[in-house]
Nanobody
Framework: QVQLVESGGGLVQPGGSLRLSCAAS????????MGWYRQAPGEQRELVAT???????NYADSVKGRFTISRDNAKNTVYLQMNSLKPEDTAVYYC??????????WGQGTQVTVSS
C-alpha cells in the first residue's frame, strides 16, 4: 500500500509564498507521475500541477508562472513551490500519485489559506 504524507500548508498573506511537500512510500520506480490537486468549498477538485517520472510537467493555466512542481527521487517526495499567492488560491491541496499500474493514491489534504 502506498501512503502519502503532506506538509507545508498554512496561512499566508497575498503575494506570499508556501512550499508543500508530499512524501510517498514505495519504490521510486513504481511511480509514473505525481501531482497536486486542490478543492475549494462547494467546488470540484481540480488539477494544479503534475510531474511524470521522465520530468515532464503540466500546470493549470491559473497557476502558470507562479507555481513550480518538482520531485526528489531519492526521497520519493514531490514539492509544490507556490509564489505570488492570491486569495483565489485558497483551497485544500491534495497530493496524488499515479502508479505504473495506473492505480491512483491520494493524500489526506492540507489547507492553504491566502488572506490579509
Amino acid at each position: 500500500q502506498v501512503q502519502l504524507v503532506e506538509s507545508g500548508g498554512g496561512l499566508v498573506q497575498p503575494g506570499g509564498s508556501l512550499r508543500l511537500s508530499c512524501a510517498a512510500s514505495g519504490s521510486i520506480f513504481s511511480f509514473y507521475a505525481m501531482g497536486w490537486y486542490r478543492q475549494a468549498p462547494g467546488e470540484q477538485r481540480e488539477l494544479v500541477a503534475t510531474i511524470t517520472s521522465g520530468g515532464s510537467t503540466n500546470y493549470a493555466d491559473s497557476v502558470k508562472g507562479r507555481f513550480t512542481i518538482s520531485r526528489d527521487n531519492a526521497k520519493n517526495t514531490v514539492y509544490l513551490q507556490m509564489n505570488s499567492l492570491k486569495p483565489e488560491d485558497t483551497a485544500v491541496y491534495y497530493c496524488r500519485t499515479t502508479m505504473v499500474s495506473g492505480v491512483n493514491h491520494w493524500g489526506q489534504g492540507t489547507q492553504v489559506t491566502v488572506s490579509s
